[in-house]
């Protein structure tokens, strides 16, 4: 049976008005190297529309995912703060200046681990599957899930065609990181595919497992994904991130291999028994009449420790509509010049990749994120992208509205002591209330209930 046309969106993270260098990741090298320096949030949200209206303009489908409240006063009226909202900000800045900082984290613009999402042409139901990542790793995520199914909620309304489901438990036993360690393989979008998880070590199984920095996705965790989407075990695999990757600095699977229809693009060290993963992938993908492509950079060309810095694989695969496969990476590639090396060589060796973007997204990437940690990857056939709430598709309208709409409401400067400021809290609703309107979501924030 033909496949009916389907496209991949890219639904990016409008950074929030509150994007600062607080340090909270453990086991993000970026995120720790630039703690407490000073943040700008306007260029940072400025950085990050101006990539969605560029690969909007080049043809591919773009979204928008709203910003979250932040700071988040319930999470502070939750450890024991009271009082009115300025009096809760105040004591915390007083009594633990780290559960402000958590509490005013605008990590919600890297959308890659909002959620795992399933397209209908994989799933038991026929619907597209969200299930919001738990982030039960670090606090300062594990509190976004709740206000993500919100906005996921109102942009994708229409049951029919849409399961939104909730958080798996926010246990470490099923830490879940959401898209940042998923991938899908396809010949075309709407295909059936293979889907492919990646975790950092079992809770309950045996295996290797990071000794410097935690693993934060557990395989029980992308076990009980599949399930919830209803996928079958002849389209799954699921295969452990090195554990010595893990300790240089590689938290998530994006930032050492990405994948898009029929590419796998990543480093050589990036899976336990990589060649069996292969073989997996190639095995379930054949099955289905579908081609498979690993291309592996080697440690001798592009060290762990270069694409740590330099965020190479926490790029975006493309396929635009004239067929060719396009890779967005972030202008860090292009000061590494082993990583920059790589990028050159790319033509000569006839790869399936035909064209290299750079994007200047220097913002996100003190803070440990690159392109690929920006966006939701959501596969859509023609009704179901008729079915999304049509006012978050990136065009010249939306873009012109938006960038009025960051100079309006956003800093251009904001240290780690500024989030004690009580107007900075005003200022990021003022903000969030006018952005529901532009952008048609209703009433999905606290203070707007």
């Known amino acids: 049976m033909q496949a009916s046309k389907a496209y991949e969106a890219n639904f990016d993270g409008l950074v929030g008005p509150t994007h600062n260098y607080a340090g909270l990741s453990f086991g993000n090298v970026a995120s720790r190297s630039n703690e407490k320096s000073v943040a700008n949030p306007k260029a940072a949200a400025k950085q990050g529309l101006r990539k969605m209206k560029r690969l909007a303009d080049l043809g591919f489908q773009q979204g928008v995912l709203p910003p979250l409240e932040r700071p988040s006063i319930r999470l502070l009226r939750d450890v024991g703060f009271s009082g009115d909202d300025a009096s809760v900000i105040a004591r915390a800045a007083r009594e633990a200046p780290e559960l402000l900082a958590a ?76 898209a940042a360690n998923h991938t899908r393989f396809a010949r075309e979008y709407g295909e059936k595919g293979v889907e492919f998880f990646v975790y950092g070590k079992s809770e309950y199984g045996q295996g290797p497992q990071p000794q410097r920095y935690p693993a934060r996705q557990t395989l029980e965790a992308s076990r009980a994904v ?76 592009v060290s762990v420790e270069d694409a740590v810095s330099s965020y190479l694989f926490n790029s975006q695969l493309l396929s635009s509509t004239d067929g060719r496969q396009l890779l967005i990476v972030p202008q860090e590639c292009r000061e590494n010049a082993r990583v920059a090396a790589y990028l050159d060589s790319l033509a000569s060796r006839k790869t399936p990749i035909d064209e290299v973007l750079v994007f200047d ?62 107007k900075l809290l005003a200022e990021s609703r003022a903000a969030l209330d006018e952005l529901t309107t532009i952008l048609g979501l209703g009433a999905v924030y606290d203070f707007q209930r």
Request: hydrophobic fraction near 40%; proline fraction near 5%; charge should be negative.
């Open 226 to 301: 599949a399930r919830l989407h209803g996928l079958s075990n002849d389209a799954t695999v699921f295969a452990q991130q090195s554990p010595d990757v893990i300790d240089a600095g590689v938290f998530h699977n994006d930032v050492i291999a990405v994948g898009n229809r029929t590419t796998l693009f990543c480093h050589e060290r990036a899976f336990v028994d990589q060649h069996k993963v292969y073989d997996e992938l190639r095995t379930k993908l054949d099955a289905l009449g579908t081609p498979f492509t690993a291309l592996e950079v080697p440690e001798s060309e």
């Open 361 to 422: 997204l220097r913002e996100s990437m003190k803070n440990g994120g690159g392109p690929a940690c920006l966006r939701l990857r959501v596969v859509l056939d023609e009704a179901e992208r008729a079915a999304v709430n049509a006012r978050v598709w990136m065009n010249d309208a939306l873009f012109t509205q938006l960038d009025a709409w960051i100079d309006r409401h956003y800093r251009d400067r904001l240290a780690p002591a500024d989030l004690a400021d009580p």
């Open 103 to 178: 509490a005013s984290s605008a990590s919600a613009m890297w959308t890659a681990n909002a959620a795992t999402v399933s397209p209908s042409a994989d799933t038991e139901d026929g619907r597209v599957h969200f299930t919001p990542a738990n982030l039960a790793a670090k606090l300062h995520r594990a509190i976004e899930h709740g206000e993500t199914r919100r906005s996921l909620g109102a942009i994708f309304a229409d049951e029919a065609r849409f399961r939104i489901h909730h958080a798996l438990p926010g246990t470490p036993a099923l830490g879940d990181e959401g």
